[in-house]
């Protein structure tokens, strides 16, 4: 069994920041990517940011120069630091990871189960 947990959501001002964390546990044989989606109510999940397991990182516009991922491959691990928060920020952050479940070379897509974040003005 694999399992992917999100942490860290909460509420802050307009101007603050947040740190989420996501760990990968159980039959995880490697990971592929980790990222970071959200959803506000009424609108589809959109991507936020990506990164691979080489490091390398994707972000969307409106969190570029704001929001920081990384991914620590032997923690498991995937944190997504959030700076200068507004408003429109505020959605449910899910955590999404491509690992290999296996000891046979097969990957599958995990989802966290969401982490709730409010921007207040």
């Known amino acids: 069994q694999v399992r992917v947990v999100e942490s860290g959501g909460g509420l802050v001002q307009a101007g603050g920041s947040l740190r989420l964390s996501c760990t990968a546990s159980?039959?995880?044989?490697?990971?592929?990517?980790m990222a970071w989606y959200r959803q506000s109510p009424g609108k589809q999940r959109e991507l936020v940011a990506d990164v691979t397991s080489g490091g390398y990182a994707n972000y969307a516009e409106s969190a570029k120069g704001r929001f920081t991922i990384s991914f620590d491959h032997y923690a498991r691990t995937s944190n997504l630091d959030m700076n200068n928060l507004e408003p429109g920020d505020t959605a449910v952050y899910y955590c999404?990871?491509?690992?290999?479940?296996?000891?046979?070379?097969?990957?599958?897509?995990?989802w966290g189960q969401g982490t709730q974040v409010t921007v207040s003005s």
């Open positions: 999404n990871a491509v690992i290999r479940y296996s000891t046979e070379y097969q990957w599958k897509d995990y």
């Open positions: 159980g039959m995880v044989f490697g990971i592929r990517t």
